[in-house]
């Protein structure tokens, strides 16, 4: 692992360790114990060891999926004279593909030119793209435009990488259009993976491992009628069509057009007909003055399924080495978690299903979270996941130890307490919770 640590403001820090302490002992399970808070940032501060792509079963089998993917690959690596990466059927679910990266490599010379690009673009390229024009905010060269730092970056820094310029300075930064496309193609980065930006976009997703679990998990059957509460960018609701087969009714809510427009882009990738996206607050999905099962508002108990991949922290997201949240911003998540909540326990129907998802590691927004709902809404139940390939509930939580081992917690900082690195742990950090409506 290379020598990095996520750099957090230390009020987010003093809120996290409450998460993380350095030592448990309240008689729950050590399987459900935590690494600490500095393995924990050590880890995030990495990518995960897998790439992994979500198969559109719709259209393709798995089988015929990998030999168009290994195909892809193997022609993008030979063209840019990179090793090949092996590529193959998860062991346990149908419908995803495990590439596996390799790294850190470390230059074996330093560069004589370099360019500085922005924090989002550096950990992009950790995760396998190339640097994007709107990414670089330096090329320290003699020129005569003096912006984007144009002598050497004295700042905070970190190497990611080599690659070929595609387009020289003054274009960057000497004209007033706003200038886009690859900028510097990755020759050798840090870690090898692929680059999956519109990677084969009608047969694969490129989809991290827990959020393909969380469909799985929430078993949608064809022709239920099943609601995504926030659903952008459209990764879960196209795998919730898949997974019925395009037969049924899925309503898809995200309150912010663009973000519904890339829903519907990726829906007409994949070929899926079933799904219904609106422009909508899903903490006001739930109106029992409302008789239509159209356009949202809709009455209580109207589907049969409910995802809530809820708006959180995403204190789990992997590469980062730098995060400026502040403790304000973090504690404002739970307060709209439980209103979201509210709403999808009122959508469900009797007998049906909730999943409760988020991808940060705070037991604020997670096993808290649970505990609230099984104090506050006697009607909800947890229920056994399948499949069911994360850890369990962090044992200091609110949770009992039968519950924490109901729930599903991928928690990179688990890492260092283990012999081997597979695809189920080395993943983003994320949490699953899988509630049933039962009559009272």
């Known amino acids: 692992m290379a020598n990095l640590s996520l750099t957090l403001d230390s009020a987010v820090l003093t809120k996290l360790s409450k998460s993380y302490p350095e030592e448990v002992s309240d008689g729950k399970s050590s399987e459900c114990a935590s690494g600490s808070?500095?393995?924990?940032?050590?880890?995030?501060?990495?990518?995960?060891?897998?790439?992994?792509?979500?198969?559109?079963?719709?259209?393709?089998?798995?089988?015929?999926?990998?030999?168009?993917?290994?195909?892809?690959?193997?022609?993008?690596?030979?063209?840019?004279?990179?090793?090949?990466?092996?590529?193959?059927?998860?062991?346990?679910?149908?419908?995803?593909?495990?590439?596996?990266?390799?790294?850190?490599?470390?230059?074996?010379?330093?560069?004589?030119k370099e360019v500085i690009v922005d924090h989002a673009c550096g950990m992009a390229v950790l995760r396998g793209a190339d640097v994007f024009k709107q990414g670089i905010v330096g090329a320290p060269l003699y020129a005569r435009c003096l912006r984007g730092f144009s002598r050497v970056y004295q700042g905070s820094k970190m190497y990611v990488g080599t690659g070929v310029a595609l387009v020289d300075r003054d274009e960057l930064f000497c004209t007033s259009a706003v200038s886009r496309g690859v900028g510097v193609q990755m020759s050798e980065a840090l870690y090898h993976s692929p680059s999956l930006s519109d990677f084969l976009p009608k047969i694969v997703f490129p989809q991290n491992l827990p959020s393909i679990i969380c469909g799985h998990v929430l078993g949608p059957r064809p022709g239920e009628t099943i609601l995504d509460m926030c659903a952008a960018p459209g990764g879960k609701t196209s795998h919730i069509a898949a997974l019925m087969n395009n037969e049924g009714r899925v309503v898809a809510l995200d309150k912010t057009a663009d973000k519904v427009a890339k829903i519907r882009s990726n829906l007409e990738n994949f070929c899926l007909t079933c799904v219904e996206s609106?422009?909508?607050?899903?903490?006001?999905?739930?109106?029992?003055?409302?008789?239509?099962?159209?356009?949202?508002?809709?009455?209580?108990?109207?589907?049969?399924?409910?995802?809530?991949?809820?708006?959180?922290s995403a204190l789990g997201q992997r590469p980062?080495?730098?995060?400026?949240?502040?403790?304000?911003?973090?504690?404002?998540?739970?307060?709209?978690?439980?209103?979201?909540?509210?709403?999808?326990?009122?959508?469900?129907?009797?007998?049906?299903?909730?999943?409760?998802?988020?991808?940060?590691l705070p037991v604020e927004e997670n096993e808290d979270q649970v505990a609230w709902v099984l104090d506050n809404f006697p009607a909800l139940v947890l229920e056994e996941q399948t499949p069911h390939l994360g850890g369990c509930g962090l044992a200091h939580s609110s949770l009992s130890a039968a519950n924490c081992r109901l729930v599903q917690r991928f928690d990179p900082s688990r890492l260092s307490r283990i012999a081997t690195r597979d695809c189920n742990s080395d993943t983003i950090g994320f949490f699953i919770a899988k509630f049933r409506k039962v009559s009272r």
């Open 278 to 312: 609106y422009v909508f607050d899903a903490r006001k999905a739930c109106s029992k003055d409302s008789d239509e099962v159209g356009e949202p508002p809709y009455p209580p108990a109207t589907f049969d399924r409910v995802l809530l991949d809820g708006p959180c």
């Open 37 to 112: 808070l500095k393995d924990l940032l050590e880890w995030l501060a990495v990518p995960p060891a897998f790439s992994t792509l979500r198969v559109n079963t719709f259209v393709v089998s798995s089988s015929e999926a990998l030999m168009q993917v290994v195909k892809q690959l193997k022609e993008t690596c030979n063209l840019q004279g990179k090793p090949e990466l092996r590529v193959e059927i998860h062991p346990t679910l149908f419908d995803c593909l495990l590439v596996h990266n390799t790294g850190p490599h470390l230059p074996q010379q330093q560069a004589e």
């Open 320 to 360: 980062a080495v730098r995060n400026k949240m502040t403790a304000g911003c973090m504690a404002s998540f739970p307060k709209l978690q439980r209103m979201l909540l509210t709403a999808a326990v009122h959508l469900v129907r009797e007998g049906g299903t909730l999943v409760y998802s988020t991808c940060s």
